[in-house]
């Protein structure tokens, strides 16, 4: 695991950035695993100040609610429209389709779909509690994209973006851990002190499936960035 710890947020989002730009200028062909949440937020306005030329890239979301219809404004793919695909063109986005009538079947859909994408690149948030996706704790190392419920915890911090904790849905489609860990180079973000303890056992706890994100550790090509204060507990 690379560990790179900047000074502010900003600037970890900055490191990210220039790191997934240098990857994809260049290519012919590339495929980047995206996510949502608070943490990429910066580095997609960077896309778009930028300009970056996504035309010859792939894009595959890491997870989105089960229920939401796509044009739903708390979809993870409203929040990707909103965010970037808007503005800045991707050769092709995908996102499991959180109202699919059999989200089981639509799990393994997604699942062959990534797997014969192929990630080049994966971007990853962390949950409070080290999920990546939304691979809760106990999730088993090797799962495949599937269904999962949301623990208690990830439903109330993602409440701030919805009007009620009882809007926020209660299940997800996410790409496994194992599927994660079939991308070629995985940069996980973290910023904040409320991802310290997450952050300090997935690079210092032997890795254990109570804090998912310490499969990492076994990842070849893992760059993590921090600020000083999601850093802040580390030794
Ligand atoms: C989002 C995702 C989640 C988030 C994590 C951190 O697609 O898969 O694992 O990365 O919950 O969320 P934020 O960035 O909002 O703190």
Same mark, same amino acid.
Do not use: C
């Given at each position: 695991m690379n560990v790179? /710890?900047?000074?502010?947020? !900003? *600037?970890?989002?900055?490191?990210?950035?220039? %790191?997934?730009?240098?990857?994809?200028? +260049?290519?012919? *062909?590339?495929?980047?695993? %995206?996510a949502t949440g608070s943490t990429p937020v910066g580095m997609y306005q960077m896309f778009k100040q930028d300009a970056l030329d996504c035309s010859h890239v792939t894009s595959v979301n890491l997870d989105e609610y089960i229920g939401l219809s796509p044009e739903h404004p708390q979809s =993870? !793919?409203?929040?990707?429209?909103?965010? @970037?695909? *808007?503005?800045v063109p991707f050769k092709q986005s995908h996102l499991p389709q959180g109202d699919a009538p059999d989200p089981q079947a639509e799990a393994?859909? =997604? #699942?062959?779909?990534?797997?014969?994408?192929?990630?080049? @690149?994966? %971007?990853?948030?962390?949950? #409070?509690?080290?999920?990546?996706?939304?691979?809760?704790?106990? &999730?088993?190392?090797?799962a495949k994209t599937h269904v999962t419920e949301l623990t208690e915890s990830t439903r109330e911090a993602n409440r701030r973006?919805?009007?009620? @904790? #009882?809007? /926020?849905? &209660?299940?997800?489609?996410?790409? +496994?851990?194992?599927?994660?860990? !079939?991308?070629?180079?995985?940069?996980?973000?973290?910023?904040?002190?409320?991802?310290?303890?997450?952050?300090?056992?997935?690079?210092e706890s032997v890795? &254990?499936?109570?804090?998912?994100?310490?499969? @990492?550790?076994?990842h070849p090509g893992v760059t993590v960035v921090l600020d000083g204060a999601a850093a802040s507990r580390c030794a």
């Open positions: 790179l /710890v900047a000074k502010t947020a !900003n *600037d970890a989002e900055r490191i990210a950035y220039t %790191l997934i730009k240098e990857r994809i200028s +260049g290519k012919h *062909d590339f495929v980047l695993g %995206l =993870y !793919n409203r929040f990707m429209k909103d965010r @970037l695909f *808007d503005e393994a859909r =997604y #699942e062959d779909l990534v797997r014969k994408l192929g990630v080049d @690149l994966q %971007l990853l948030g962390i949950g #409070e509690n080290g999920h990546i996706a939304f691979n809760e704790p106990g &999730t088993a190392l090797d973006f919805f009007d009620r @904790l #009882e809007d /926020v849905p &209660t299940h997800a489609i996410t790409m +496994g851990l194992d599927t994660i860990m !079939n991308a070629r180079e995985i940069v996980l973000v973290a910023t904040g002190e409320r991802k310290a303890e997450a952050v300090q056992h997935m690079i890795p &254990t499936v109570d804090w998912p994100a310490t499969i @990492l550790q076994a």
